[in-house]
C-alpha cells in the first residue's frame, strides 16, 4: 500500500517562496517515479514536474526557472521548491507516485498513487 502526504503549503504574496514536501509510506521513494501536480478552481489537473527513480528531472514550461523537483531517498521524500511564485500558481499541489515500470504519460497520468493535496495561494 502506497501512502502519499504533502504537506507545506501556505498564504505566500506574488514573488516569495515556498518548498512542499511529500512523505511517503515504506521505502518507495526510491523505487518509484515521483511528479507534482496542481489543480486549480475549475481548471484541469496538470502536470508540474517529475523525478525518475535515475534521477532525471523534468518541469512543466509553465514554471520551468522557477520550480524544482528533488528527492531524498534517505528521509523518503520528495520535494518542490517554488520560487518567484504567482498568482496564477494559486493551486491544490498534489504528489503522485508512479511504478518503476510506467513508460506512459504523465501529462495524462495512469496508475499512479496519488496523496490528499496541499493548497497553495499566492496573492497579488
Known amino acids: 500500500q502506497v501512502q502519499l502526504a504533502e504537506s507545506g503549503g501556505e498564504f505566500v504574496q506574488a514573488g516569495g517562496s515556498l518548498r512542499l514536501s511529500c512523505g511517503a509510506s515504506?521505502?518507495?521513494?526510491?523505487?518509484?517515479?515521483m511528479a507534482w501536480y496542481r489543480q486549480a478552481p475549475g481548471k484541469q489537473r496538470e502536470f508540474v514536474a517529475r523525478?525518475?527513480?535515475?534521477?532525471?528531472?523534468n518541469h512543466a514550461d509553465s514554471v520551468k526557472g522557477r520550480f524544482t523537483i528533488s528527492r531524498d531517498n534517505a528521509k523518503n521524500a520528495v520535494y518542490l521548491q517554488m520560487n518567484s511564485l504567482k498568482p496564477e500558481d494559486t493551486a491544490v499541489y498534489y504528489c503522485?507516485?508512479?511504478?518503476?515500470?510506467?513508460?506512459?504519460?504523465?501529462?495524462?497520468?495512469?496508475?499512479?498513487?496519488w496523496g490528499q493535496g496541499t493548497q497553495v495561494t499566492v496573492s497579488s
Open positions: 503522485a507516485a508512479f511504478p518503476s515500470y510506467y513508460s506512459g504519460s504523465y501529462y495524462q497520468p495512469r496508475g499512479a498513487w
Open positions: 515504506g521505502s518507495i521513494v526510491s523505487t518509484k517515479h
Open positions: 523525478i525518475t527513480i535515475a534521477g532525471n528531472t
